[in-house]
C-alpha cells in the first residue's frame, strides 16, 4: 500500500484533524555551532522514544549540534541532566518535564546564564525562565474521549444507564489534569442525570489519578477496582483512561479479574503500537493521537526564531504548514501566564488506522493487520 507524505493532509474526523507536517529545509551553514539540549521524561515509552528522536533529527538536520538525554522518569535525575546541559553551554534548552513542579531551581541557573528554555509537550510550572510552550490543545485530548464515549453509547438518547470508571494520569504531568477536565466537562451532564454511574465513586481527578503514567500502578489500580465493586458480575461499560500506558494496565487487570459477560470501551492517548494492536484486536476502542512530526516541526520554528534573536508571535502559525493555535491566555504556570502554540490532536480507531501510515509515522507488518512504528520516526 503506498504512503502519501506530504508537507500537509489534512483529513476531517469526528470533530477533529489529522495533519502531516514534515517541516521544512533550513540552511545548515546558518545554525552550525549553535546547540540544543533537548531533555525527554523517559526512554520507556513509544510517545517519548518517537518524540526525541524526530526532534533530534529535525535540528539536526537544520546543522544544529543536539544533546538529547531521558531522565527515566525521575525527576532529580533530569534536574541533574540539565545542569549538566547548562555546563556545557547550550544555547537552548527544550524540556518535556519529568515533574513540571521541580525544575524551577535549576532553571533559575539557565536563566541567569542567557540559556532561553521552552517547554515541550508539558508546561512547566513556577518559573520565569520559560519562554514558550509547545503542545496539543490538552483539553480537547479529554474532551475528544468524552465525545466518543457519548457517541459509541449513545448518550444523547435513550434511557439506559451505563458503568463507568476513569483511569487519569501522573499528578506530577501538568497536561493530567487537563486531560481529566476535558473529559469529565464532557460526561458530567449524563453522571448528574444517571445515565452513566460510578460505582467506585472515584470522581475526582486525585483519586484516580496514576502516578508516573505507569502501566503496572493503573493495573494494580484497577484491579483493586474490579474486586471491590465487581465481583459479582457488574457490568463495566467504559474505562476511560488518559494515555495509553494506563489503557494497557486496565485492559490486562480486566483480562485477570473482570466477571462481566461484555469488554468495556476503552480510551486511550498517543498512539503507542501496542495500543494500536489491542484496537485492532477489540481491546481498546481509541486513541487520541497527537502527531510527533507535527509537535517537533512547531516547535523548531519556535526555537528556531528564538536561536535567531527573533521574538516567535502569533503572526507565526500563519507561517506555518499545520493546523495550530497562538495561546497567551490559558497557560499560567504559577508566576506568569505563558505564550503557548497548541496543536489539534485526533480520534483513531480500528477503522481509520490507515491515516496514521499516511503520516509516514507507521507502516504495516508483514501480515498488514498491525501497524509497527517506521525506522525513521
Given at each position: 500500500?503506498?504512503?502519501?507524505i506530504a508537507m500537509l493532509m489534512a483529513?476531517?474526523?469526528?470533530?477533529?484533524?489529522?495533519?502531516?507536517?514534515?517541516?521544512?529545509?533550513?540552511d545548515k551553514n546558518a545554525n552550525s555551532?549553535?546547540?540544543?539540549?533537548?531533555?525527554?521524561?523517559?526512554?520507556?515509552?513509544?510517545?517519548?522514544?518517537?518524540?526525541?528522536?524526530?526532534?533530534?533529527?529535525?535540528?539536526?538536520?537544520?546543522?544544529?549540534?543536539?544533546?538529547?538525554?531521558?531522565?527515566?522518569?525521575?525527576?532529580?535525575?533530569?534536574?541533574?541532566?540539565?545542569?549538566?546541559?547548562?555546563?556545557?553551554?547550550?544555547?537552548?534548552?527544550?524540556?518535556?518535564?519529568?515533574?513540571?513542579?521541580?525544575?524551577?531551581?535549576?532553571?533559575?541557573?539557565?536563566?541567569?546564564?542567557?540559556?532561553?528554555?521552552?517547554?515541550?509537550?508539558?508546561?512547566?510550572?513556577?518559573?520565569?525562565?520559560?519562554?514558550?510552550?509547545?503542545?496539543?490543545?490538552?483539553?480537547?485530548?479529554?474532551?475528544?474521549?468524552?465525545?466518543?464515549?457519548?457517541?459509541?453509547?449513545?448518550?444523547?438518547?435513550?434511557?439506559?444507564?451505563?458503568?463507568?470508571?476513569?483511569?487519569?494520569?501522573?499528578?506530577?504531568?501538568?497536561?493530567?489534569?487537563?486531560?481529566?477536565?476535558?473529559?469529565?466537562?464532557?460526561?458530567?451532564?449524563?453522571?448528574?442525570?444517571?445515565?452513566?454511574?460510578?460505582?467506585?465513586?472515584?470522581?475526582?481527578?486525585?483519586?484516580?489519578?496514576?502516578?508516573?503514567?505507569?502501566?503496572?500502578?493503573?493495573?494494580?489500580?484497577?484491579?483493586?477496582?474490579?474486586?471491590?465493586?465487581?465481583?459479582?458480575?457488574?457490568?463495566?461499560?467504559?474505562?476511560?483512561?488518559?494515555?495509553?500506558?494506563?489503557?494497557?494496565?486496565?485492559?490486562?487487570?480486566?483480562?485477570?479479574?473482570?466477571?462481566?459477560?461484555?469488554?468495556?470501551?476503552?480510551?486511550?492517548?498517543?498512539?503507542?503500537?501496542?495500543?494500536?494492536?489491542?484496537?485492532?484486536?477489540?481491546?481498546?476502542?481509541?486513541?487520541?493521537?497527537?502527531?510527533?512530526?507535527?509537535?517537533?516541526?512547531?516547535?523548531?520554528?519556535?526555537?528556531?526564531?528564538?536561536?535567531?534573536?527573533?521574538?516567535?508571535?502569533?503572526?507565526?502559525?500563519?507561517?506555518?504548514?499545520?493546523?495550530?493555535?497562538?495561546?497567551?491566555?490559558?497557560?499560567?504556570?504559577?508566576?506568569?501566564?505563558?505564550?503557548?502554540?497548541?496543536?489539534?490532536?485526533?480520534?483513531?480507531?480500528?477503522?481509520?488506522?490507515?491515516?496514521?501510515?499516511?503520516?509516514?509515522?507507521?507502516?504495516?507488518?508483514?501480515?498488514?493487520?498491525?501497524?509497527?512504528?517506521?525506522?525513521?520516526?
Open positions: 500500500m503506498k504512503r502519501a483529513v476531517t474526523l469526528a470533530g477533529s484533524v489529522v495533519s502531516c507536517g514534515n517541516g521544512k529545509k533550513n555551532g549553535k546547540s540544543v539540549g533537548i531533555a525527554m521524561p523517559t526512554s520507556t515509552l513509544d510517545r517519548w522514544n518517537s518524540d526525541g528522536k524526530f526532534l533530534q533529527y529535525r535540528f539536526e538536520s537544520a546543522g544544529f549540534d543536539v544533546d538529547l538525554i531521558y531522565s527515566e522518569n525521575d525527576a532529580t535525575r533530569q534536574n541533574n541532566d540539565i545542569l549538566a546541559m547548562i555546563n556545557k553551554g547550550v544555547d537552548l534548552l527544550l524540556i518535556a518535564a519529568v515533574d513540571g513542579t521541580k525544575l524551577s531551581g535549576t532553571l533559575e541557573t539557565a536563566k541567569e546564564k542567557g540559556i532561553p528554555v521552552v517547554a515541550y509537550d508539558r508546561l512547566i510550572m513556577d518559573t520565569h525562565a520559560l519562554t514558550y510552550y509547545v503542545s496539543f490543545d490538552n483539553r480537547a485530548v479529554g474532551r475528544l474521549q468524552g465525545e466518543f464515549v457519548r457517541d459509541q453509547l449513545a448518550l444523547d438518547s435513550g434511557s439506559d444507564s451505563y458503568n463507568i470508571e476513569f483511569v487519569a494520569g501522573d499528578p506530577a504531568d501538568n497536561n493530567a489534569k487537563y486531560f481529566y477536565d476535558g473529559a469529565y466537562d464532557v460526561l458530567e451532564p449524563y453522571i448528574e442525570s444517571g445515565r452513566l454511574v460510578i460505582p467506585s465513586g472515584k470522581d475526582s481527578f486525585d483519586q484516580v489519578a496514576t502516578p508516573e503514567w505507569s502501566m503496572d500502578k493503573a493495573k494494580a489500580n484497577m484491579k483493586d477496582t474490579l474486586a471491590k465493586y465487581y465481583s459479582n458480575g457488574t457490568q463495566l461499560d467504559v474505562v476511560l483512561c488518559a494515555n495509553d500506558s494506563t489503557a494497557l494496565g486496565a485492559a490486562q487487570a480486566l483480562n485477570i479479574v473482570y466477571n462481566g459477560k461484555n469488554y468495556p470501551i476503552i480510551t486511550g492517548q498517543d498512539g503507542d503500537v501496542a495500543n494500536l494492536k489491542n484496537i485492532v484486536d477489540g481491546k481498546q476502542a481509541m486513541t487520541v493521537y497527537k502527531n510527533v512530526r507535527d509537535e517537533a516541526s512547531v516547535t523548531y520554528e519556535v526555537c528556531k526564531m528564538i536561536l535567531d534573536g527573533e521574538i516567535p508571535t502569533s503572526k507565526l502559525v500563519e507561517k506555518l504548514p499545520i493546523d495550530v493555535s497562538f495561546d497567551s491566555e490559558s497557560y499560567n504556570n504559577g508566576v506568569k501566564y505563558v505564550q503557548s502554540y497548541l496543536l489539534l490532536p485526533s480520534v483513531i480507531t480500528k477503522d481509520n488506522m490507515q491515516l496514521l501510515v499516511d503520516c509516514g509515522l507507521y507502516e504495516w507488518d508483514s501480515a498488514h493487520k498491525y501497524l509497527e512504528l517506521t525506522k525513521t520516526s
